[in-house]
């Protein structure tokens, strides 16, 4: 479809693709009733299988629209070395440039791990439709307390990892893989001056919450992922590059890391392991930082977003 125009054919994308998560969400919250019906834990567990098998669905069709409608090649290194199982345990980290990050890492690792799960907040599970789509996916929701909440109600303390654990529990009967946006926010140049981030194409990596997940899963994780996703000729709004076509190449980087080499510990009360967790976080995001660098030195043309010295831009 070279000779569709890119704004054409992102009106086209888009309509798509909002096709294919009505058609997907549809089925989902049709299984997501009778797995609210039916008590049978079996029975849930097959509910909840075909729920995944709904969100490959989309996650395929999405890429077989990209492919059929534009060029971008997807450039993906390190998957071949990774020995992935799609029945283990994995948690995922990766850097957060747009909202197309979700479709990229769902798309490169949708045939090597179990589908991927998001830690959501207590209150999505209250969002109508959204909520119950959730569920049924088996999204694990956290619900965490302020320190003024604890402070005023002591009782509290140690209520968010037991809640979380709990949601995390059928985890234990159906292989998962589960990630992370560490950086918790969308890049942008404004926020990456104002963090006074010591990376170059990077935000600080906010340890808390994956700390919080290694503490109530690490157990059962196998291995780390560290997914590193680079767009080099971005445009200003990555989301409409993808839909038009205008990116040459998406780069996507994985490597594996063993659980068992993952600092684990009790990341609230402990402040020496604070310290160290905080440390290897850092040190591991000095590493995608470099590996970023290298990527970008491949190529020709670097799309300015990726200068921390240009003018502010909106990423979305």
Not at 206 to 226: C, H, M, R, V, W
Request: hydrophobic share 45%; glycine share 6%.
């Amino acid at each position: 479809m070279s000779f569709v125009p890119k704004p054409l054919k992102a009106v086209i994308n888009g309509l798509l693709a909002s096709l294919n998560i009505l058609f997907w969400g549809c089925l989902i919250l049709i299984l997501a009733l009778f797995k609210a019906l039916l008590p049978f834990r079996k029975v849930r567990l097959k509910l909840s299988a075909a729920c995944n098998a709904c969100m490959s669905g989309w996650v395929a069709l999405n890429r077989w629209i990209l492919q059929l409608t534009t060029g971008t090649r997807w450039n993906v290194r390190g998957l071949e070395q990774a020995q992935l199982d799609r029945q283990g345990w994995y948690l995922v980290l990766a850097n957060h440039l747009s909202w197309a990050d979700i479709f990229v890492v769902t798309a490169v690792l949708r045939d090597q791990v179990p589908m991927l799960k998001f830690f959501m907040k207590q209150q999505l599970l209250y969002v109508p439709v959204m909520g119950l789509a959730c569920w049924a996916l088996d999204m694990p929701f956290m619900r965490r307390f302020t320190k003024s909440q604890i402070v005023n109600n002591p009782k509290l303390k140690g209520k968010d990892i037991e809640t979380t654990r709990r949601s995390c529990e059928k985890f234990k009967d159906l292989p998962t893989c589960v990630i992370n946006f560490v950086e918790g926010s969308r890049l942008t140049l404004a926020k990456h001056q104002r963090q006074r981030s010591p990376y170059r194409y990077l935000m600080k990596p906010k340890a808390g919450g994956i700390a919080f997940a290694l503490n109530t899963l690490g157990s059962q994780f196998d291995q780390l992922l560290d997914v590193t996703i680079v767009y080099p000729d971005a445009p200003q709004n990555i989301m409409y590059g993808v839909l038009s076509g205008q990116l040459s190449s998406i780069e996507v980087a994985v490597r594996t890391l063993p659980i068992r080499e993952v600092p684990q510990g009790n990341y609230d009360s402990d402040k020496a392991f604070r310290v160290e967790f905080q440390q290897w976080l850092n040190g591991l995001w000095r590493e995608k930082d470099d590996t970023i660098a290298a990527i970008l030195a491949e190529q020709s043309h670097p799309a300015p977003v990726y200068d921390k010295l240009a003018d502010p831009v909106r990423i979305a």
